[in-house]
């Protein structure tokens, strides 16, 4: 009798763990994951803004104003008044202008480290 009851207990035991597995398995069959949607790379102004907004800082021009709206960055380095105006052509690229006035016998390359600095980080 004992036997008898000890097997009855044992089947009872297995199915419980058999059901035990079962849903475990069910459980974790709904769970996914999915990965976020890549981001899109920058647009070819956005890429350019930010080149040339680092590049007049890696000259160590002190930027006072940037429109990004108009495409006009303006800054000072020294004596020096730094404009770099941005804007889109028709075919999508972008057309970069960089300029620094200053009183005679100032910083005469500076327009151009600006414009070396931007091609750097353009990856050109």
Do not use: H
């Not at 495409?71 to 941005?86: A, F, K, M, P, S």
């Not at 016998?105 to 500076?110: A, C, K, N, R, W």
Request: hydrophobic fraction near 35%; aromatic fraction near 6%.
């Amino acid at each position: 009798m004992k036997l008898r009851s000890l097997c009855l207990a044992m089947r009872q035991y297995r199915r419980c763990i058999t059901v035990v597995v079962v849903v475990s398995f069910a459980a974790f069959a709904g769970c996914a994951t999915y990965e976020p949607p890549p981001t899109p790379p920058p647009s070819p102004f956005d890429r350019a803004w930010n080149a040339a907004l680092g590049a007049a800082q890696d000259e160590g021009v002190r930027v006072t104003s940037a429109d990004r709206a108009g495409g006009v960055i303006r800054g000072y380095r020294d004596q020096q008044e730094v404009t770099i105006n941005l804007q889109t052509q028709a075919d999508g690229n972008v057309r970069v202008e960089m300029s620094a006035r200053g009183p005679k016998g100032s910083d005469p390359g500076l327009a151009g480290r600006i414009s070396r600095a931007y091609d750097r980080r353009m990856g050109r």
